[in-house]
């Protein structure tokens, strides 16, 4: 977990409402914050839903969470951190796919995932906090790197937005296991488990110096952290 | 590709307007309908946006293309569906996430990854059309298993929404390589790359039958879609 926070420090359960409620397939909703965090932590990419004068708008940012609220950094493309500034609605969809589920109907054919959305308005980070926040997601998605490289300018970092989102309004959807129905006879069903696995490191032409501890740590980090342990 | 259209076939650029145009790394954005098109036919999920009484709201579908348009398949929560009937206007984003990029800087650091946005409003598939639709989808995400198992009842049919949404209107951005900036001396750059990989199948308790060729053959089906055999 990005801000190592011991998952059994986390209590409680998320807050039912009209917005948050999973209407289809309602069983597969999780209600505890625990399991909020655990997708959270699993992810790597969010997508941020937000309307524009256009219409509705989706955009890919990397994110971290930082305990209670999740910080987001990415584009600044379709309005999403101009309209941040006055407290854009947001809502932030992280998926992973987990795998595909063989019934013996397609019909009851279906997909493993961990699906979290978050609602609510985000907040610019303040300069102040904005070293922090960036630290946060450059450990999450490249752990170690932060010491093995030198600090952000300050130019950087004026250049850089990074939006904080309440982690209070937010609906959990989980499905795992086998398919629901019973096995028919002379029919094979089950489950083909999908992961996201990490590659060998490619360096960047004309770079002499060894692959770091950084980017060695990141193919353990990554793979436990995207479910590649979880066969 | 999902309906066997030669790639070579698809010719055309995409319309840059308003609500198209990249503007954040607006040199990462691909303008040929050949290249929207090799991204929907490499993503699984879609992340679909819409704007509910409530505010916006992002869900993940399971989708396929079906020539010059995308065909979605999965939840009716949170009126989508409902919606759709009405011409909701939608934002569907799908993200592939290629890898990690190490740069020299923290602020240079970035990701790698093919992201395109279709915009419109999607219709419902009538029910003449429904299950080609689905079939679609089913031999996107289970090639071959369609011929293995019985087909829909008229009954699963009709409790079956699939959406159709034009590939009119759409962004395509892509970012893949090292770095852009030089290497320094004594620090690795390059990329760490990231996969789809595709587990061993598990069998649903109680069932005798062999894994089919359906299920063996995804395993080749996925990688290639996913990315694995881009290394």
Known sequence: MSNGEPRSA??????????????RYHWLQLTERSDLYDVLDAGL???VG???DAGPMVIPMAYARDGDSLL?????AAGVNRGAGAGLDLAVTITILDGLVYAASLYDSTLNYRCATVFGRAEPVPDAQKETAVRL???RLMPGRWAEVRPPTKKELAATRVLRLS?????????SGPPSDEPEPGVWTGELPLHTSVGVPIRQAG???????????AQVHLAGHLGEGRE
Chains 1, 2 share one sequence.
């Open 10 to 23: 986390v209590t409680g359960t998320l807050p039912i409402d009209d917005r948050t409620k999973v209407h």
């Open 45 to 47: 990419v969010a997508h």
């Open 50 to 52: 937000f309307v524009t």
């Open 72 to 76: 987001m950094h990415g584009s600044t």
């Open 137 to 139: 997601i450059s450990e």
């Open 167 to 175: 982690l209070e309004s937010a609906s959990v959807k989980v499905r």
């Open 207 to 217: 770079v002499t110096a060894e692959v770091p501890e950084s980017v060695s740590a």
